[in-house]
């Protein structure tokens, strides 16, 4: 077994050695409200928003974007188990702002090992055994973080699927800081009917 796995492993045990009552949850977030956020390792929702374990829905994704699947997660998060507020919450410092469609594209062409990066971009480690698949996927990459922020508010808000009453909040979390910063122009496009 690898060391990663042994600790994986070791952590639950310890885990559910103190899991008490909390396999009595209801399945809806008690405090009903969702967060779309990033991958990013930085960022604990738990903490920078104050949830304990059944408080909340986060929905996690390569920068906290307003894909297909996260607007797919955010209505079933509505419709069957009663959220009433969304957050979208990118971040500071984002790896998804550091290349373009087109780097990824070229970098999975030329190989499927994992890419370096330096003060002249991003590079591939070689070795071939590349895929064009890349080329039909969006990879969401984030050229402004507070527009970004904005074009996905504003992206679900006109979805068919989702109801003119959410409110849906736009903010950038400072990795420097843990801060939450608003981003006016999303909260008010994000604005409930």
Known sequence: ?????????AANAGYTADFGDKGKLPMPPGRRFAILTCM???????????????DAHVIRNAGGRASDD????????????GTREWFVVHHTDCGMETFTDDVMRKLLRSSLK????DASGW???????????GEHISWLTIPNQE???????????THPLVPRD?????????????KLIEVPAATQAGKAA
């Open 1 to 9: 077994m690898s060391t990663i796995l042994n600790e994986v492993l």
């Open 40 to 54: 990013d390792a930085r960022l604990d929702p738990a903490k920078y928003a104050g949830l304990a374990e059944g």
């Open 70 to 81: 996260a607007i797919r997660s955010l209505v079933i998060s509505y419709k069957l188990l």
């Open 114 to 117: 994992t890419a370096s990066v």
């Open 123 to 133: 590079h591939d480690a070689g070795g071939g055994g590349g895929s064009p698949e």
């Open 147 to 157: 527009q970004s922020v904005l074009e996905d508010v504003q992206r679900i808000r």
């Open 166 to 178: 959410i409110p849906i909040y736009g903010y950038i979390y400072d990795v420097k800081t843990g």
